[in-house]
Every structure is written in C-alpha cells, then in structure tokens.
C-alpha cells in the first residue's frame, strides 16, 4: 500500500494566541472591544466558616459592568467553585429602549465563570483547561483567572494551551466550534516576570504540541524515514545539527538491535540525532534518548488486535527527546542537548527476527531475544551505547513507552523513574512536580539482576520466566547494562503518554507527557 502523503500533517503547529494586558476589567477599555467575545472570572469554594462561593480577582469589577451579581448566579448553577468547573452565562442582546438602560448592552454577551480551587498550580492548570474547552470557537476571551503571580500565570496559560490541542485530520477539517479561540488575553499584569512566565507556558505548550501531533500520526503516514526527515526539517528551521543514518551506515557500524528489530517491515530503520550547542558551551551535556517504534505489532510474538490500536503511539519518546532539544534551543539554555532517536517499525515478515535469536548489539554486547514484542529495550540499548561511546555525555536521559508493567504499577498518570545518580532522580523528580507531569521513584532491584542472565549471550533482554515480576524494574536493569557507568535516568512512560479520554489539560490520544518535565529539569540545571 502506498503511503498517505507527508503534506496532510502539519507538523509543528503554532499554540493559539495568548498574551497579557495591564489594568482590570473595571477600568479596561478591552471590554468594550467589537471583537471581544467572552470573559471568565474565577471563583473558589466557600470558605471553612462560610457557604457562599469566593469571587477571585476580577469577579467583582466584571459584576459591577454587568450590573449583575454573578457569584449568585455561579450558585444558582450549582457551582463549587471546584478547580477545572466552567459555566457560561450567555446574555440575551438587548434591543429598542431596553439596550440603552442595561449596562451591559455594549459588553460581550458572554460571561465564563471559571472554578480555581485552591489556586495551586494543579488547580490553575485544571481552571485553564476548563477555560479553552468553555471558549472554543470564539474570537478574543479576556480573562483574570490565575493572575496573581508568575506561577499561577504559566499554570494557567499551560492549562489553557494544553486543553486547546485538537488532534489533526486528514479530510475534511474540523469546523470552527472546535477550534480554540483566536486570542486569550490575561487582564491585570505586563510585568516582565510575569511575561517570562508566559514564554516558559507557551515554550512548554508547543514543544507538547509537537510531540502530540508526531505521536498522533498515522503510521501509514509516519514510518522511520518520515520521522527522520520531520527531524532534520525541524533542527534546520532551527539552526541545529542533524544526523541521519540509514540502513547502510547502521549496518556497518554494528547496531544490531535497531536493525534486528526492523528488518520485518517494509520501512527500513534510522538513526537520528539533533545537536544543541549553546553560544557559551560552558554547562553540561546532556543527552536525551527516545525510543521511536513507528508502530508495533509485536514481530513473531505479535500483539492481539486490541493492544496494536495504539501502537502508533509506541515512538512517543523520540517525539519527546526531539522536542525537548528544540525547546531548549529555543529558550538558549546554557546546556548542550543532544537527542538521539532510534527509529524502526516492529513488523513480521520473512526476514523477522524470532525468539531465541542472540543479536550483537552497538559496541559488541550479545543479547539473546526472549519475546521480539520487548522491542524497546533492544532499540535502546543501541542508542544508549552510541551516545556513551560517541557523544560522552555528563548525563544521560531515555524516555520510552516501554512496559505495560509500568502501567500496571502506577496506573496512568506516573511515569516509572529510575536512575543511577539519585541527584538526578531527584532533580527530574523535582521538575515532574513543577510541570505537573508525575513521575514516581522506582528501585533498581540488585537481587533481579540475574533476570537479564542467559546462558549463550551476554544477556538476556526479557527474563526467561515470572520468577521475579517487576517487568519495568527488569526492563531497566537491561538499560543500564548499556548506559556505561554514566549518570543516568530512564523515565517509562507505557502509562501516562496515552489517554483514553479529554481530561484537563490532557487531550484523547497522545499526551505529549514529557517535553515538559525535561524542559523544566535542564532549566533549573546547573
């Protein structure tokens, strides 16, 4: 079959327009703006001793221009004030000798009142989801929720940014009432901290975008070469270095893994890394490795009809790795990032690779193949060599949709977080909290270890029976053997990088989970 062209998705979508305006919706001329379609005030719920919901910051102005009383109205509605609520008022236009006695008949017709919890980023991140999916289709939204500091300023904008992503077609677009507002205007501040905040939310947002809209392809779109040439373009558009090996050049520099793992589809394997190096290369190397299975069936040991629906998704973490080095070009952190993308499609056919196999892998370690469905690990484990051999990196990151036992543990919203240096566990640990996407410490087990044994190679790559469970611990006792000694992470994201349904600032499909949270953690390194 012949694949669908490339030019159907956009890849590297700009986020919707968001920016910040001084003064209040008392005095703000903004309102009265022909093209301004809504405003969202926020409420919080009733305090300990009382039981009326809590107006927030602008509610009350926004009450006084309306002439109406909306936290009696929010109440009517049966709101809590609970982060993540929104319900629009939408007021009837005025006419004849009615229109010049209301106050409003000059404001925008509709009014959001969005519920802010307790006003924790969390909270704010929920309240600004709840915001875009209240305010799609419209034009200009003017808006006080989450302006009180530059934290809440970023979580908002993020929950905003997040929650306005629709996953892209290929046909007939998506009609207007879908798409996000054209502008979200934050009411109430300019200053440069707080426009700082703003460009760290919109910075994080479109990184998440770009990993959504790559993981969203369809693999009849998305196979390696495709994803490589995604890669090249966007490193180029933004000045960075991009190396691609094919076929050839993996062969005869001995990735065994990769091109094991490949050899049964039609789609021949890459290799692909982006380079960033700041002006000033005087901060530390750090090199972020993404497994980037184009899609998986599970080779010979082939995956049942329902478990392949996703598996477009299965190079959620090269997506996210090259995401992540062209943010931080993007903010010029003052760390060199490399990504490293190990692309291949996990197909059958005459030339599979089979169980029982034993592959030599990137710089002549032997693994003996124990189920060719445990593809991750093997890909990885050539780009993990690579970079320790290659690109002598300080600290080194792999993110992938590695097990399902890391689902099963953690259900879907951590993130499996294991590491070698636990400065690094905790730092990344750290920027998990500050981007709201959740990772969680897992052990590297010492007495597991003999899982990856196997009597005629140097290891096994999927222990030989259920002696010791702990599929996601295994799996990164396996990484590790090929990692060098090096400060070192791998972060197992089989559970938070899909999600079955729109839920605050996640949206069906890919999440993007991630970008983020390594985002975060090279902003704060030192």
Known sequence: MARTTAHQVRIGRPVPAISLAPGSLASSAL?????????????????????????????????????????????????????????????????????AALPWQSLPRRVVLVGVGNGSPLALRRAGAA?????????RVLTTVGIESPETVRATAEGYLLAAYRVQRIGAPAPESEQPAAE??????????????LATAVRGATATWLVR???????????????????????????????????????????GGILAVGAGSASTPRLVTVEY???????????????????????????????????????????????????????????????????????????SYRPADVLRMYGGRTVEVANTDAEGRLVLGDALAFA????????????????GAASLGLGKQHAALYGTDPALVDALRAAADVSGESAWPMPLVPDYLDATHSDVADLRHVAQDLKYGAGSITAALFLREFTGGRAWAHLDIAGPARSTADK???????????????????SALV
């Open 277 to 351: 190096r700041p002006s000033a290369d005087t901060g530390r190397h750090v090199v972020l490795v993404g497994k980037g299975i184009t899609y998986d069936t599970g080779g010979i040991s082939i995956k049942p009809r329902e478990s392949m629906v996703t598996m477009k998704t299965d190079m959620a973490g090269a997506a996210v790795a090259l995401a992540t080095v062209l943010a931080a070009a993007d903010a010029q952190l003052p760390h060199r990032v490399t990504a490293v993308l190990p692309l291949a499609e996990n197909h059958f056919g005459a030339a």
């Open 504 to 522: 605050h600032e996640l949206t069906e499909g890919a999440t993007g989970y991630g970008a983020r949270l390594l985002l975060s953690y090279l």
């Open 388 to 403: 320790d051999a290659t690109l002598d990196p300080d600290v080194l990151i792999d993110v992938a949709t590695l097990t």
């Open 31 to 99: 309102l009265d703006a022909q093209d301004v379609d809504a405003v969202a005030v926020p409420v919080a719920p009733a305090a300990p001793d009382d039981t009326d919901l809590q107006p927030r910051q602008g509610t009350a102005e926004a009450a006084a221009r309306y002439g109406i009383d909306l936290a009696e109205l929010a109440e009517r509605a049966g709101l809590t004030g609970a982060a993540g609520e929104a319900w629009t008022l939408l007021l009837p236009r005025p006419v004849g000798s009615a229109a």
């Open 184 to 197: 979200l205007v934050l009411v109430g501040r300019d200053d440069a901290v707080a426009t700082d905040a």
């Open 131 to 139: 915001l875009a999916r209240a305010t799609r289709g419209l034009r």
């Open 213 to 255: 809209d790559l993981t969203n392809t369809p693999s009849n779109v998305k196979d390696p070469a495709w994803m490589a040439d995604r890669a090249t373009e966007l490193a180029q558009a933004a000045g960075l270095t991009a190396t691609v090996l094919g076929p050839k050049e993996l062969t005869a520099q001995g990735f």
